[in-house]
């Protein structure tokens, strides 16, 4: 049963951080549960704040993370005040909600959860809308000049969309979370348009995007400013080029960030910024953009995406769990110097891990398989992940472990100088690699 009013506590003693994320597990015994009726009450209750003078929204189904991150890197190098909330969070739980670059303070969060407590009363809320309510919350409280918003799942029905987003992109639509989404690239599509708003801007940032999700934004009314028609990309020696059709042109450096996909991400992050308001102006003037995305590329840091951890052999981890950022981890490997490639997999149990494994494997010379039950009730077995691995490629070598540390130490030993160690499947294959202490 849900719970209506957290544990009693001394007068004397403040629940902490941890309590309260613990307490949120409980209340509502779905750890998701779509719909808007809910959250939007207990948001009314607490006013119903703008969170920022400006919002954008991100929702799609890879990149969504990377684009949040290099929309706040440019912002910044506006000298916009910007705040970010995405999810799930890589090793602290304050990662979700950052102001000027700076993760929310467990005090701030540990306010904020007590405000929305006091205003949801009865209302059974999920752990993901606790944040979300607590990102508004703060961000309101801080006098943003933008808020980054990151869908959690979907767009239509995710909590991020009770805030009318002026500027939404979408980055890619994949087969992923079709038990919430739909069963194909069309269906996910429709549900992911939801972030649109009539008359609005929506950056689409993949190349051919399904029509699913090109009607469904027509059918909403939304200003649609899609890759390959409205705004280009042209890599070139030292650089590449960002280029609109309405003339605008901008010369620009390679991001920090490593996969050849982020290409992708910086041009929909660019064009939002591009994008005009119903008067015809820009969130940032064209004049300054050169410069702004610029330094917004070079400074810009997401961990856990294709990410060094330094090494001889070299480690790399990567969050990558579908198809698609399978493809992605993929392409950045055939551009790679050659070496033979160790993988550290683990996977949740409704993932394609299939799809994943077939994707890779031409890249990958020995699989280190981790379990990973102990992390989440929807991980998947070592046993299992197994089967899949044997399904798909019958000839693979692999061992396998009940851990991540296990399956990466395993790596380590086995892997000689000059080989790469590529860690990816989930956030807490990623979690466990990055956090483990020789990283």
Do not use: C
């Amino acid at each position: 049963m849900p719970e209506s009013a957290p544990p009693h506590q001394s007068n004397r003693m403040s629940r902490n951080l941890a309590e309260w994320l613990a307490y949120q597990e409980r209340v509502n015994p779905r750890s998701i549960e779509l719909g808007l009726e809910r959250v939007r009450h207990v948001w009314q209750r607490m006013g119903a704040r703008p969170p920022a003078r400006h919002v954008i929204t991100v929702g799609g189904t890879n990149g969504k993370g990377s684009t949040v991150a290099l929309l706040e890197s440019m912002l910044e190098a506006a000298g916009r005040r910007t705040g970010a909330y995405t999810s799930p969070h890589l090793l602290h739980y304050n990662e979700r909600i950052r102001i000027g670059g700076i993760d929310a303070a467990d005090e701030a969060l540990v306010a904020s959860f007590e405000r929305i407590e006091a205003a949801r009363a009865e209302i059974p809320l999920t752990y993901f809308e606790f944040g979300t309510l607590a990102a508004l919350d703060l961000f309101a409280r801080a006098e943003l000049d933008v808020a980054v918003l990151e869908v959690g799942l979907g767009g239509r029905l995710d909590a991020v969309n009770i805030v009318d987003a002026d500027v939404a992109v979408i980055t890619t639509i994949d087969l992923d979370h079709m038990d919430w989404l739909g069963p194909d690239r069309d269906s996910i599509g429709r549900e992911k348009a939801g972030i649109a708003r009539a008359g609005r801007p929506a950056i689409v940032g993949e190349l051919d995007p399904p029509a699913g999700l090109l009607d469904a934004l027509d059918a909403r009314g939304a200003r649609v400013v899609r890759a390959g028609a409205d705004f280009f990309t042209e890599r070139h020696p030292g650089g590449w080029r960002w280029r609109h059709r309405d003339g605008t042109v901008l010369e620009l450096p390679d991001p920090a960030l490593a996969a050849p996909v982020q290409y992708a991400n910086a041009a929909a992050a660019i064009a939002a910024l591009h994008a005009t308001d119903a008067a015809g102006t820009p969130l940032l003037a064209v004049d300054s953009l050169a410069d702004v995305a610029a330094s917004g590329l070079q400074r810009v840091r997401v961990p856990a995406r294709l990410q060094s951890l330094g090494g001889d052999p070299e480690l790399f981890v990567d969050v990558g769990h579908n198809p698609q950022a399978a493809r992605a981890l993929a392409a950045w490997l055939a551009v790679q110097p050659p070496a033979r490639v160790h993988a550290v997999y683990g996977a949740l149990a409704d993932k394609d891990v299939a799809g994943v494994i077939g994707v890779l494997g031409p890249h990958v010379a020995h699989w280190h398989l981790a379990g990973l039950e102990r992390d989440s009730p929807r991980g998947m077995p070592v046993t299992a992940l197994a089967e899949h691995l044997r399904h798909v490629l019958p000839h693979a070598s692999f061992d396998q472990h009940d851990s991540v540390a296990a399956a990466l130490a395993a790596a380590r030993a086995s892997a000689q100088p000059g080989e790469r160690i590529l860690a990816f499947g989930s956030f807490f294959v990623a979690a466990a690699v990055v956090g483990a202490p020789s990283a």
